[in-house]
């Protein structure tokens, strides 16, 4: 069975103080605004409407928490960088990111979506640069591959993995494209490692994860 089918909306957060308390595993999903990372997560779950999406940078304003059956949550947390709000907003949403990338114990890794043609920005490393050292794996997804052919696509993707070392070896990439459905089983693989290594199931599936 899918790791991501038939995830539900479980609550809609803007306040750190609100966040739920919970000991299920969660997955971030974290990128900047117009990155993809609504696009991606509707893929990912195979629900064109489940994450919200915008052509308009800077509309995810709140952390969404998405319930999986296995018990574990997806986590769409605010885009960052460009966004036309106030200052003090941005501010807020920054806050309300960090606070929960920091404080809450129970995420077990980051799924950081990129736009392929403009992937490690000085904020996407900068966030690389502050999440990295918590030991926590960090998947990259390079968005809408589709928008490049096939040659540059490649090697695009080549260019992050050659950085990746930078932050060290828990930090893996590649291409995914929302719009042909393609990278999905790659994704998946992926983050179901994260959560064999934390719950080994001797028969091989998907660790029921809610106790």
Not at 29 to 43: W, Y
Not at 49 to 64: C, D, E, H, M, W
């Amino acid at each position: 069975m899918s790791l991501f089918r038939h995830a539900s909306f479980e609550t809609s957060i803007a306040k750190p103080q609100g966040l739920p308390e919970s000991s299920a595993p969660e997955i971030a999903f974290v990128g900047r605004s117009n990155a993809g990372k609504s696009s991606a997560l509707n893929t990912l779950v195979g629900h064109n409407r489940l994450a919200f999406v915008s052509k308009t940078p800077g509309r995810t304003q709140l952390i969404n928490f998405f319930r999986l059956p296995n018990g574990a949550a997806l986590v769409d947390l605010p885009g960052y960088g460009y966004a036309d709000v106030p200052e003090s907003v941005r501010r807020e949403w920054q806050e309300l990111l960090e606070r929960y990338l920091s404080q809450r114990r129970n995420v077990i890794g980051l799924v950081h979506i990129m736009d392929c043609r403009r992937p490690l920005t000085p904020l996407d490393r900068q966030l690389l640069d502050w999440f990295a050292p918590s030991g926590r794996p960090i998947h990259i997804l390079l968005t809408k591959s589709d928008k490049l052919s096939r040659g540059p696509a490649a090697a695009a993707l080549m260019e992050v993995r050659r950085q990746l070392p930078n932050w060290g070896d828990h930090l893996t990439a590649q291409l995914f494209s929302s719009l042909k459905k393609s990278g999905v089983e790659e994704v998946e693989r992926v983050v179901g490692k994260w959560f064999d290594d934390l719950n080994p199931d001797p028969d091989g599936g998907v660790p029921d994860l809610r106790a």
